[in-house]
């Protein structure tokens, strides 16, 4: 399977929402949702597909602060990287797949 980001090489994501969330221990904190570029993927049999992926970004700062971040592009990029097997349910499909790679924001400058 063959990637092409469109818009080039574009090293920023958008921001999409801020989510407020529950630590382990009790203690409240911010994600702020974030979306790379659109990725056009070929597959072998040469029909092609386009997708964004999106992460969350745990934060400290204030929610009415991370707000104002909401639309903005950010400087860095989404990448995929190898994890150890995990179960993932599809709630398009409603299937339970095995996959061993997360996707994680990082920063550029």
Do not use: H
């Amino acid at each position: 399977m063959r990637k092409e980001l469109l818009g080039g090489e574009k090293q920023t994501v958008t921001v999409l929402s801020i989510e407020e969330r529950l630590s382990k221990e009790g203690k409240d904190f911010r994600v702020v949702i974030v979306e790379g570029v659109p990725t056009v993927y070929t597959r072998s049999d040469g029909s092609s597909y386009t997708t964004k992926v999106k992460v969350g970004i745990p934060s400290n700062l204030p929610k009415t602060y991370l707000d104002t971040l909401i639309g903005k592009e950010l400087p860095g990029k989404i990448i995929k990287e190898e994890c150890e097997p995990y179960e993932w349910f599809n709630p398009d499909t409603w299937e339970e797949v095995t996959l061993n790679y997360k996707y994680k924001y990082v920063a550029v400058e």
